[in-house]
């Protein structure tokens, strides 16, 4: 158990639809990521938080997706207007300072998403 | 670009078969070579860092090594619970990135 919570694991939803997805890290987390994973692709970075700074984002991730970290504890990543293609595990990974350096993330067990 | 590549893309062996998993990278500036485990319906699980040629860390029946081109993950005399997808990833080198970026994976299967 890497301490690491993701809410909801699983979630149907109809196009144009949107959704949100909640991550709740341990409170030595202070570095908090978003991936995203496709079925036999390695997880794709989405966004880095610092606390509740976020501090980078993929050029590749539209304007449809935001996330955010209120007060550096929890994070929530939305999309909105889903499309077919937005079908896939939403991975959340935690961790403390050392943690890009070391590569030590802490995953969660992701919230997989299904467009229809 | 960098970008690491792993082979094979997936792998079957019977228990107590040793082999190889290779991760090929082209980096410029290498700040940590990770390696995870991501069993079905799971996030990935940390196993490894390596920072320099050379180097190799070990856990149980894996080992870690680093070149200068590629880092290998061998596996001695594997049992089924080792079945899972490896994952290698590198933390891109230049500016102030925090990102870690993984390969695709190498599907390992120990049958009985």
């Known amino acids: 158990d890497t301490g690491v919570s993701q809410d909801p694991r699983h979630k149907i939803t109809k196009r144009g639809q949107n959704v949100t997805f909640r991550c709740d890290p341990i409170s030595e987390h202070n570095r908090l990521y978003w991936y995203r994973q496709t079925l036999g692709q390695g997880p794709e970075f989405l966004t880095y938080f610092q606390n509740e700074a976020q501090l980078e984002k993929s050029r590749l991730l539209s304007d449809r997706f935001s996330a955010e970290r209120p007060k550096g504890s929890f994070s929530t990543l939305e999309i909105q207007r889903t499309e077919q293609g937005d079908s896939a595990m939403y991975l959340c990974?935690?961790?403390?300072?050392?943690?890009?350096?070391?590569?030590?993330?802490?995953f969660g067990e992701g919230s997989r998403l299904t467009v229809l | 670009e960098d970008q690491v590549t792993q082979s094979p893309e997936a792998l079957r062996l019977q228990e107590g078969e040793s082999s190889s998993l290779n991760c090929s990278y082209t980096?410029?500036?290498?700040?940590?070579l990770f390696w995870y485990r991501q069993d079905p319906g799971k996030g990935p699980e940390f196993l490894f860092t390596?920072?320099?040629a050379g180097e190799e860390k070990e856990k149980e029946r894996l080992k870690a090594t680093l070149t200068k081109k590629e880092s290998f993950l061998h596996i001695t005399a594997p049992k089924p619970e080792d079945s899972a997808t490896y994952l290698c990833a590198h933390r891109p080198g230049g500016g102030a990135t925090n990102k870690l970026i993984f390969g695709t994976g190498t599907l390992l299967a120990v049958q009985p």
């Open positions: 980096v410029s500036g290498l700040r940590g």
């Open positions: 990974a935690g961790t403390g300072p050392q943690g890009p350096s070391t590569g030590e993330l802490f």
């Open positions: 390596l920072y320099s």
